[in-house]
């Protein structure tokens, strides 16, 4: 019989746990919180200083009942849940529904799941932190404030089923913000002279850097001109050769954000995929002989710490691999952000020997390619720096001087294992160059000038956004997927060639909350509320004085949002075409996820089908209709004018709102390998592609 009884959240979890406990102990699993606010009212006692009232979560009950019959057979009882705020507070309901008494040694937490760490934990059980519960009430009561506030003012405003939240209100904002900043853009016109040099047999490219001494900005054709009529034949002469040895430092090892944009960029994943996979791999795997085993360590995390005994296994992993001089020559102090919670480790394998090939056969494909991201991106962060050998040389012909750059690389150090991917796609290019010195000659063999415009900002992808919410100190590991998916869900923005649009219906919501509750959708406050919620966490503060000091301005901002918010009239518009069903009008109606076509003779006829999407560009061949997406028999999206058959525009490519800033006519986005480039149909303008 087992005298322990231990809880953690998921079933996954408990199993792996139980085989390295041993027979006197009976791992259950909770599925997560077993208390929340109830959904059908506010839940939090305003008069009462913001007192939660919580409720056993519906479905719950056969679960809790099956813990209390435990609970009362057990010995001793320990929860188990995740190291973070959210683990803290599901051992806290935990504790509070099987009457365990908080200050006793129940807690145990541990960073990873494996034999050692679990045994370890249990070593030194602590009493439950009630201050990270206290961080994770007062974020939970702030946010059920504003949302069960702000939402039923938007329902009688606006349209039934919307709804508003402290933290995805901000990032709608980034991205409507980033849709006007792109709206705006004006293009200026700039070029660059590149050129072909011959010394011997070898060839390298430069580029024009100055002339008579001054870099002078090729701002158009007339400086170009200016450039080019200055040299004199071909010849060019080495004025200045300048080398130097840089050396290249690796990555930190991963943490929630830096997981998710990596995933996102070499992987293809959305950052709750991402998280999904993490947990899976966190949670263990079957390995065969080996049983179930934790592959990483918890994914939800801000601090790149590394343990000492995870350094030194990968110490030894690298030297046996690739040799002494790979293994890094100093410890590596990773900084970690002030508000870094608690003594978490970064996102590691638990074990460097247990390189991705090891296990490869009993993960899923996505599985194994997560993992080998994580694996790669830790050992390369306990590997030597990479020194590169870079040369700048400066070649002169009368006033105007070109400069060649070159690099090659001199050690590869941590290069041999991993490097870290970019936003961009630009590819960088090797440029050799020869071994040249001042006085040497070198022959231009080709001249190229070219026109280019300057870009406007790229919309936001996954990877960029939650970058730019954890710059803005906006969320923590475990809000940036759940914030992702809920703006999208909502209807509020949609993704469009991997980047966030914001809809109509996101644009109307934000412009009321802008105008009635401006600090809900201010960055700085925000983040001084994610600041609030790290001074509960340590104890500086009392979370429900937090709360009250919120809550004065807001319940202000409430009572003349109820009074002076006009009523936004979403009016249905004519969709251009006879309902197939009844032969009645199509209307173009507005969802809680956007807009979708009707007939106009509802109830009687409900028929209704998918917008044909509009994509906010005038048809640039009959000048009034508008360009719509749609689809080909064979599912391919196509675009053509919604005025068809009178106008017969079609483009298999998205045409674009702005015209080309050299020949005005119409650009088009184009799906290339590298990303998305624009271009014009009419000449040969291309913008630098983006992914």
């Known amino acids: 019989m087992s005298e322990y009884l231990v809880i953690v959240e998921s079933p996954a979890k408990a199993k792996t746990i139980e085989r390295y406990l041993g027979k006197k102990y009976k791992v259950k699993a909770s599925m997560g919180h077993i208390r929340d606010l109830p959904k059908s009212q506010m839940g939090v006692d305003i008069e009462h200083e913001f007192e939660p009232r919580y409720i056993t979560i519906r479905g719950k009950g056969p679960i809790l009942k099956e813990l209390k019959t435990a609970a009362k057979k057990a010995k001793k009882i320990y929860l188990a849940a995740d190291p973070d705020r959210e ?9 509070h529904s099987l009457d365990i008494d908080i200050h006793s040694d129940c807690r145990v937490v541990f960073n990873e799941i494996t034999k050692d760490a679990i045994k370890e934990s249990f070593k030194f059980p602590r009493p439950i932190n009630t201050n990270l519960v206290d961080a994770q009430q007062a974020r939970r009561v702030l946010d059920r404030l504003v949302g069960y506030n702000i939402s039923p003012l938007l329902w009688k405003k606006v349209k039934k089923g919307l709804s508003a939240g402290r933290v995805q209100s901000v990032a709608v904002r980034l991205i409507v913000d980033r849709e006007k900043e792109i709206q705006a853009f ?11 040099f011959t010394k011997g047999k070898h060839i390298f490219e430069g580029g024009y850097f100055s002339i008579k001494g001054e870099r002078l900005e090729l701002h158009n054709e007339e400086d170009v001109k200016k450039v080019l009529s200055s040299l004199k034949g071909n010849e060019f002469t080495i004025s200045a050769v300048t080398k130097k040895e840089r050396k290249r430092n690796p990555a930190a090892p991963f943490i929630t954000s830096s997981l998710q944009q990596e995933a996102a960029r070499k992987l293809n994943f959305r950052a709750k995929k991402t998280m999904m996979l993490a947990q899976q791999l966190y949670e263990g795997i079957a390995l065969g002989k080996e049983g179930t085993v934790g592959l990483i360590t918890y994914m939800r995390t801000d601090s790149t710490r590394i343990s000492e005994v995870a350094q030194a296994e990968a110490a ?4 046996s691999a690739f040799g002494k001089e790979y293994i890094s020559a100093e410890k590596r102090k990773e900084k970690n952000k002030q508000n870094t919670q608690d003594a978490h480790e970064a996102i590691r394998p638990t074990s460097t020997l247990r390189d991705p ?3 490869k056969e009993y993960l899923s494909r996505d599985q194994f390619r997560l993992y080998k991201l994580i694996w790669e991106r830790f050992v390369s962060s306990q590997m030597a720096s990479a020194i590169m050998d870079t040369m700048s040389v400066d070649l002169k012909n009368s006033d105007v001087i070109f400069r060649a750059n070159g690099s090659k690389i001199k050690f590869h150090g941590f290069m041999k294992v991993y490097v870290e991917g970019t936003d961009d796609t630009v590819e960088e290019k090797d440029n050799l160059l020869p071994d ?30 939650v970058r730019t919410l954890e710059e803005l100190g906006i969320g923590r590991p475990s809000t940036y997927a759940p914030t992702l998916d809920t ?8 993704l469009d060639n991997k980047r966030f649009v914001p809809t109509e219906l996101g644009e109307i919501v934000l412009e009321l909350i802008m105008e009635f509750f401006p600090e809900i959708l201010e960055v700085k406050f925000t983040a001084k509320m994610e600041q609030e919620f790290d001074n509960v966490e340590d104890g500086k503060v009392e979370w429900k004085r937090v709360i009250a000091e919120f809550f004065h301005e807001f319940e202000s901002n409430l009572e003349k949002a109820e009074a ?7 009016k249905d518009e004519p969709a251009g075409e006879d309902c197939e069903n009844c032969g009645n009008p199509m209307v173009f109606k507005m969802g809680r996820y956007g807009k979708f076509m009707a007939c106009s003779n509802f109830p009687d006829c409900r028929n209704t089908k998918p917008i044909v999407k509009l994509i906010g560009v005038k048809c640039p061949n009959c000048k009034d209709g508008n360009i719509i997406e749609r689809k080909s028999k064979k599912r391919r999206i196509f675009y053509g004018c919604d005025r068809y058959p009178e ?9 674009l709102a702005r015209t080309c800033p050299k020949c005005d006519g119409t650009l088009v986005e184009k799906k290339l390998k590298k990303g998305i480039q624009v271009q014009c149909v009419n000449c040969d303008y291309k913008e630098e592609p983006q992914s």
């Open 316 to 319: 030894g992993y690298i030297e």
């Open 357 to 359: 090939a090891s296990v």
């Open 564 to 570: 002076e918010m006009e009523k936004v009239e979403i």
């Open 87 to 95: 683990g803290e507070a599901i051992a806290w309901h935990l504790a």
């Open 487 to 494: 703006i999208q869900r909502r209807g509020y923005v949609a």
């Open 186 to 196: 004006v293009p200026e016109e700039y070029w660059t002279i590149k050129a072909d």
């Open 647 to 655: 106008c017969e525009f079609l483009s298999w490519d998205k045409p």
């Open 436 to 465: 040249l010195m001042v006085g040497d000659t070198a022959f231009s063999k080709d001249i190229e000038p070219k026109q280019h415009f300057t870009q406007p900002p790229p919309r936001y992808t996954e990877a960029r956004l």
